[in-house]
């Protein structure tokens, strides 16, 4: 099994940057792709980013292109997302999650595809 953590969040003021932190530990082989998803309240869960196992590919939404960017140190089995300018509607509970397939990233798009979640990680804007 696998365990993923999510750190960073917190409140900051419009045009402000976070970098959101999130760690795989346990069967951390099993992890292939990697994303964050964001879920404001009364609203469905979204993919912000994704990123391939090797990390050598990342994408982000449309409407986070230019601001956020993802990346991965797969020697800490770590996965990032830097967010800079910051806008209010950017305030949601963001999630990490992880799917095991070693290739490609349609998976770790998916809140259905997604075998792993973290806890989430509080991010407010105002």
């Known amino acids: 099994h696998v365990q993923l953590v999510e750190s960073g969040g917190g409140s900051v003021q419009t045009g402000g940057s976070l970098e959101l932190s999130c760690r795989a530990s346990g069967h951390t082989s099993e992890v292939g792709c990697m994303s964050w998803f964001r879920q404001a309240p009364e609203k469905e869960r979204e993919a912000v980013a994704v990123?391939?196992?090797?990390?050598?590919?990342?994408d982000v939404a449309n409407f986070v292109k230019g601001r956020f960017n993802i990346s991965r140190d797969n020697a800490k089995n770590t996965v990032y997302l830097q967010m800079d300018s910051l806008k209010p509607e950017d305030t949601a509970m963001y999630y990490c999650?992880?799917?095991?397939?070693?290739?490609?990233?349609?998976?770790?798009?998916?809140?259905?595809?997604?075998?792993?979640w973290g806890q989430g990680t509080q991010v407010t804007v105002s």
């Open positions: 999650a992880a799917a095991d397939d070693p290739y490609g990233t349609a998976r770790c798009l998916s809140a259905r595809g997604a075998n792993y």
């Open positions: 990123i391939t196992p090797g990390g050598s590919k990342g």
